[in-house]
């Protein structure tokens, strides 16, 4: 565990047999030892006999009409074996997550900047990049669409007209992808009633996933016709039922296995090469291998949408909340993706982990000309929690409360009920998250300050003041500030999804010992699920031995890697699926054996009854009759929000993280360093604390860096300005600071071993607890994030400070 | 064009070597040793951190002529046999690895640190490494498992027979 992490959990509750390894255990990954040396074969790693490499000709417009396409100077090019435009697809010309509006080639317009276009396949990847540059597109531009102004306007280029999808019958314009209100009480009433009242306009600007590991795969063209491809991706079966069609192939005949994923985080959620990589492979008959460079990804995968949101609280005197008003409107870019699932997402958890009796809330996603967005780590809760976190300190002000307090006074717990009208029927701990990182002591101020220790001499370290290693101040005009925020997010698909997983588990005799073999079609994308289903097998079953074998399509759908749900859904798929092999086991050894019914536990590889005496080693009882069963795994159904009035049983559970960032402002120069990030987080049950204790500090980072680094900037022109790492900045170790813990263990009792999903809250709520920050240390009002040395710093009319 | 490297010291010959080949891509394509990773290929994420002749480089940022001749160090060669080093032992452990895909550099990075300072303070590790972007971890894990194989590798080395140097 690491250094500073506090746990408070129950007593301990019974988990079936005790078993090394099992749940609750900080175990090691299993890949682990593969990923130290250098061996783990990640999607980019792939190799194969004859292989050619593919390559994307992607849209230099954000807008425009394809007029014609000349392919024959590519073509020629030696080492060049294929290349394919819309015209070549050979079945269905369009796929999508929720909606089939994405062309797998543009046809004939191209409505985002990087829209693929064409495809090359050669022998080397250089080779494929040239040849692509030789296709000649002619292109007329359009005129592009970029806000919310532009895109709704009476005149606005439509930029999928014809819609059928089933949000197009309740938009006010075909460029809304959906609208999403959620009513409760009586606003109007409330807001006569209200003592204090404040107003706020807030801005979230687009975030990327960035993860590390590139779009990349293998596609080898099969004997059967079909085609099999080893992919980078967080939901193998999703991409499957989109793949299939798109190929005009049966689907038994398009079979995925996953590769090594370097990270995902939302954007592996879409499809990027799977489709590309296949048509080529099965049009050249050869193995086809695609990856992206940076450049390539940062077109290659939607973003997080960016937000401009409105907010209205009223108070009472006593800073109980009365009422809020809200608008969200995401920008989704050109093609839909998840948009309307953010849209439910912003809508249903926009008001914060509150008890707010009367609310008006609306959220939008657009259509626009803007790189397409969709799922990335918080999904639609992120942008939320940065506005309505910002109201709670501007309402504290108003009415002179403790930030920390105002809050406490109107924190959700169990028992409260959500503006959509659902109940919240397990532990949310709110004020007591917050009340954990407020009793941290501070750390000390002026870090910076060294004492030479021969001399006494006073010394600055810069590594620790804002600007680092640039060397850009010794501490002169450097402030402190001390924010809070807190935020809620939904774990598993909501809003009637019918959201299952799938597990296969085998156990048997090999050698002389039990085995138990786990298979799914989960993507291990980093997040650890492979360690989780081993831990839980050794519980369920007594036996120290896993085998978890690769994610492929050839096992039922685990659903996504997203949505914090890949522990409580393939976790709990996994654990149903043991108990049911274990069942089947004990069976056997009543019928044979005449066991009692009841006590019989598996243990240390060996039955053992109530009293604790061996039954039977588990290799007797199995002989040469494994045990194997596939099972479905479903969380309690969910109910759609009313599309009037945003009522409904939508969430299957929910999550809760609240942070205290420190931070320290260089006024002078306008520079952010955050001093120390402190989080409290219920977690339901900690499956591996280890793990646990990584999910938080990885999702806090991407929300420090949404804080005060990441953007990528889209031009007025529908263009990316920055689409690589020297101009996309992510945090590095000197921009990350210390981040203690504190893990709260209530179980919830509708899931599996009691869990929360962890993996998104962290990223909610450290955003708008380090802007609190740098607003208390500055006195700026900061409504927009990330913020930048240009907003805390007063700039001459020439922009010079 | 020929290009001959001592990799993990072995030699090694890549031919057909392409002039404006990296040696990242040579290294990955040519001789099949991918545990250098190619995450920006433009220097700034440390994920194909190796050792030339000794010195950290990014390999995406190395022309594969260039390093004609010269000492290729690179996380395949971390291992002794079946042994694990000290810092990995210690990434595997701490939980520094989730995705992994920046674990070869900053093993690579980690160890010349080690050489350089054995005993190092966070704000020293934290410099050491900050050429190296890992998207999962927040880096608190991995700072967990430079402290971790630093404080094996002190005990090793006093635990050792006077006179033998490490």
């Known amino acids: 565990m690491s250094r500073g992490t506090r746990t408070v959990r129950p007593p301990r509750q019974a988990l079936g047999g005790e078993s090394p390894g099992g749940v609750g255990e900080s175990v090691e990954r299993p890949d682990g030892i593969l990923k130290v040396t250098g061996e783990f074969a990640y999607s980019s790693d792939l190799w194969h006999e004859d292989m050619l490499w593919g390559h994307t000709l992607r849209s230099p417009h954000a807008h425009a009409r394809i007029l014609a396409v000349d392919v024959a100077a590519a073509l020629a090019v030696p080492g060049v074996h294929c290349v394919l435009t819309h015209a070549d697809l050979p079945a269905a010309t369009h796929y999508g997550l929720e909606i ?233 870019g050109a093609y839909a993706s998840s948009s309307p699932a953010v849209v439910g997402n912003a809508a249903s958890l926009g008001l914060g982990p509150y008890e707010v009796p009367n609310a008006r809330v609306e959220a939008v996603a657009l259509y626009t000309n803007n790189p397409p967005c969709g799922a990335m780590r918080g999904f639609g809760a992120v942008q939320a929690c940065f506005a309505y976190e910002a109201q709670m300190d501007k309402l504290a002000a108003a009415l002179g409360l403790d930030p920390v307090e105002l809050r406490r006074r109107n924190a959700m717990s169990q028992g409260s009920t959500m503006p959509t009208g659902q109940l919240v029927d397990s532990p949310a701990p709110v004020a007591e998250l917050l009340r954990l990182v407020k009793a941290r002591p501070l750390p000390p101020e002026r870090q910076w300050e060294t004492v030479d220790a021969a001399t006494g001499a006073p010394g600055v370290d810069v590594r620790a003041l804002p600007g680092g290693l640039s060397n850009a101040g010794h501490g002169e005009g450097v402030v402190r500030g001390v924010g809070y925020a807190v935020g809620i997010k939904n774990v598993g698909f909501s809003e009637g999804f019918d959201d299952y997983s799938t597990a296969r588990v085998r156990l048997e005799a090999i050698a002389g010992e039990p085995v138990a073999t786990v298979h799914t079609a989960m993507a291990e994308v980093g997040q650890g699920g492979v360690t989780v289903h081993a831990q839980i097998a050794r519980t369920e079953l007594g036996v120290t031995r896993v085998t978890i074998l690769p994610a492929d399509t050839s096992v039922g759908s685990a659903g996504s890697t997203s949505a914090s749900r890949q522990t409580y859904l393939t976790g709990g798929a996994v654990r149903n699926t043991c108990l049911a092999v274990r069942a089947e086991l004990l069976r056997r050894g009543r019928e044979r054996h005449g066991w009692p019914e009841v006590g019989p536990r598996l243990e240390g590889g060996k039955v053992v009854a109530a009293d604790g005496s061996v039954l039977a080693p588990l290799v007797d009882v199995l002989g040469d009759e494994a045990i194997e069963l596939e099972l479905e795994f479903r969380h309690r159904p969910t109910q759609p929000f009313d599309p009037v009035t945003g009522q409904g049983f939508g969430h299957v559970q929910y999550s809760f993280c609240a942070h205290r960032a420190v931070v320290e402002v260089d006024t002078e120069l306008g520079l952010v360093k955050v001093v120390e990030l402190a989080a409290a987080q219920d977690v339901g049950k900690a499956i591996n604390p280890r793990a646990v204790e990584g999910q938080i500090h990885g999702g806090s980072a991407q929300g420090l860096g949404l804080a005060v680094l990441e953007e990528i900037v889209v031009g007025g022109d529908g263009r990316i300005r920055n689409p690589s790492f020297t101009d996309y900045l992510i945090p590095t170790i000197l921009d990350m600071p210390s981040m203690p813990l504190d893990i709260l263990e209530l179980a919830d009792e509708h899931a599996p071993y009691g869990l929360r999903g962890i993996g998104e809250a962290p990223t909610l709520s450290a955003t708008p607890a380090i802007v609190a920050a740098v607003r208390q240390a500055t006195g700026r009002a900061l409504h927009r994030v990330p913020v930048r040395p240009e907003h805390l710093v007063d700039l001459g009319q020439d922009g010079v400070a | 064009m020929r290009v001959r490297l001592t990799v993990n010291g072995r030699p090694r010959t890549a031919d057909d070597v392409w002039p404006g080949e990296s040696l990242l891509y040579v290294l990955r394509e040519r001789l099949g040793l991918p545990g250098s990773k190619n995450a920006c290929e433009q220097g700034e994420c440390g994920s194909c951190t190796v050792r030339l002749d000794g010195d950290l480089v990014c390999a995406c940022l190395v022309a594969a002529g260039q390093a004609d001749g010269a000492a290729v160090d690179t996380v395949e060669g971390l291992r002794r046999g079946d042994e694990l080093s000290p810092l990995q032992e210690a990434f595997h452990e701490a939980g520094a690895v989730q995705c992994g895909f920046c674990t070869p550099g900053l093993l690579m990075a980690a160890g010349e640190l080690l050489e350089r300072r054995p005993d190092p303070s966070d704000a020293d590790i934290r410099e050491a490494l900050s050429g190296n972007l890992c998207r999962c971890t927040g880096y608190e894990k991995i700072l967990d498992a430079v402290r971790l194989a630093a404080a094996r590798t002190a005990t090793a080395i006093t635990t050792e027979p006077a006179g033998e140097p490490s």
């Open chain 1, 100 to 332: 089939q509006d994405q062309p797998v080639l543009a046809k004939d317009v191209v409505r985002y900047e990087g829209e693929p276009v064409a495809l090359v396949a050669a022998d080397h990847p250089e080779i494929a990049r040239r040849a692509a540059a030789l296709i000649r597109v002619d292109y007329r531009e359009l005129p592009a669409v970029h806000d919310e102004a532009t895109a709704t306007a009476p005149d606005a280029p439509v930029l999928h007209p014809d819609r059928t999808d089933r949000h197009a019958a309740h938009v006010a314009h075909p460029n809304i992808v959906h609208r999403q209100p959620v009513v409760t009480g009586d606003v109007d009433a409330a807001a006569r009633a209200a003592d204090v009242v404040v107003t706020g306009e807030y801005e979230v600007g687009m975030q990327d996933q960035a993860f590390l590991g590139p779009e990349s795969g293998l596609a080898v063209p099969a004997e059967d016709g079909g085609v099999d491809l080893h992919v980078a991706t967080q939901w193998l079966h999703v991409d499957h039922r989109q793949l299939a069609p798109v190929l005009g192939l049966p689907p038994e005949r398009v079979r995925l296995t996953l590769a090594g994923v370097g990270g995902a985080f939302g954007a592996r959620e879409d499809l990027s090469m799977q489709a590309h990589a296949c048509l080529l492979a099965l049009r050249t008959g050869r193995p086809v291998k695609i990856v992206y460079n940076r450049h390539e990804s940062f077109f290659g995968h939607v973003h997080r949408h960016p937000a401009k949101l409105s907010y209205e609280h009223g108070a009472t005197r006593d800073g109980r909340l009365l009422y809020v008003r809200a608008r969200i409107v995401l920008d989704g």
